[in-house]
């Protein structure tokens, strides 16, 4: 199957580090970088990244070119996002010259309590149907971040995505494959076979998928604004089917909802301002890493050496283990974010790190208080400066697989992520916020904006922010060749949803083809567990600002997408 080997480029297509771009002579990149000089897009679907480009040629902001994209990737990447999902977003705005930060995250339904998991005889959330279902955050999302930022009216941007909705496109070939990996487990739910399949299969690559539903829904929206979703007849419409099918979402839990501005924080990574947004995701986990890694000359170690990965894998393991004890709903368990992320603190940390032996386990550290399925994530840039990082997910494949009927969208299952014990930071309570795994994140650098960029992919993603920002700062690959390099995955840490025991063996370490054998040797000397896995390593997109001016974009060679400009 031609979407498998393209899933596994990097996996199945053994590139030693040694391999060079036949025209530049440079680490290999599988295509050039994008220069534009006024505006530029980058997304995980090329109709997506044009419909960017067209709301920007047409005097939208960035903000708008990123809600129109986002918009058409729920209708055209369901496999990954959607109305029924959150959204987190960075932007930099040229007008005040600082980043504002925004969680869209929505919180769990109020009538269901701990005791009916308990009363269902459950240990852990299950990852679909109506029990991991929290309160889609994306439309109220929008809405905030358009009233700050947007230059067109909201109709205006969604209309791409209602005319595509309506007269169809046809599927590509990566989310053609998981598309078809979800059906068999998501059609045993209401609503998702009737609206998702046709004649009870996914579409195929290139077939022409049409959700007039979801034109409707997204019309709805155009016509009455944010209340039309969580105040309206779609809001009637969600808690009628989730009564009707043993749920507990009510139209009460949607009409409460409200996302909040929230402010990055950061730390300064050899002389780079690396911002991501606090809890309840984990993006200061980039942050940590980065931390304990910058004592280390990894540029002297040189890409793909064994200190590199062997040190990059070590700090991870320390993050993750403060990740597990620390992230969560700030209203209920606060975390001390700014020790968390501290120089000071990364340096009591790093004292466990040694550069000949892995460690088996990593218990979280105990700072004191200063006085991670399935995910889109798209990148904008406009004229007057403007830069939008954000990520959009519906969690788990496609979501729980609870589609209402008639409205065309899957709801997500991020309540999975809670944990169904009253003393853990991320135990599930009514009205509370989940652990999230989905973070944009944002560079600058001596107060300018350099970057915006994510790497989509649950667990992976701060490991992926920080390989992209190695491979930059240390390595000197230029945009592409930062996200095609070969990636490191370390998985075993202990999990925040507490689906994992506490990691006692070391964990395992993926490798994507290209790195080369004596460092997977010396990795097993240290006591490292390497694997072989297909697959887990993300995806990427990145705008950077050009120093001769205009913009530099990105995109991954792992899925559909591309980058654009004019």
Known sequence: MRAAAVLALCCAAALPLSAADRITGAPFATRSEVYAPHAMAATSHPLATQIALEVMRGGGSAMDAAIAANAALGLMEPTGNGIGGDLFAIVWDPKTRRLHGYNGSGRSPRALTLAEFRRRGLEDVPPHGPLPVTVPGTVDAWFALHERFGRRAMADNLAPAIRYAREGHPVHETIAYYWNRSVPVLSKWPGFAEQFTIDGRAPRTGETWKNPNLANTLSMIAEGGRDAFYKGDIARTIDAYFKANDGFLSYEDLAAHQGEWVEPVSTNYRGYDVWELPPNGQGIAALQ????????????????????????????????????????????????????????????????????????????????QLDEGDTIYLTTADADGMMVSLIQSNYRGMGSG?????????????????????????????????????????????????????????????????????????FGMNLQEAGDAPRIQHDGSTDPAGQALAMSDGGEVDLESGFPYETVRALMGKGHSVRFAHGPYGGYQAIMANPHGGWIGASESRKDGHAGGY
């Open 402 to 474: 609870m589609a209402p009927p008639g409205l065309g969208f899957i709801f997500q299952d991020r309540g999975e992520q809670f944990v169904l014990r009253e003393d853990h930071p991320n135990g599930y309570a009514p009205g509370k916020r989940p652990f999230h795994t989905i973070i944009p994140a944002f560079v600058t650098k001596e107060g300018e904006p350099w970057l915006s960029y994510g790497v989509m992919g649950g667990a992976m993603q701060p490991q992926g922010h920080v390989q992209i920002l190695l491979n930059l700062i240390d």
């Open 289 to 368: 890493i980065l931390n304990l890694l910058e004592p280390y000359d990894l540029a002297g170690y040189g890409f793909g050496s064994p200190e590199h990965v062997h040190l990059f894998v070590e700090a991870k393991k320390l993050a993750f283990a403060d990740r597990a004890r620390w992230y969560a709903d700030p209203d209920f368990h606060p975390a001390p974010v700014a020790r968390l992320i501290s120089k000071e603190y990364a340096a009591e940390r790093g004292e466990l790190i040694s550069m000949d032996r892995a460690l088996r386990e990593a218990q979280p550290g105990t700072p004191r």
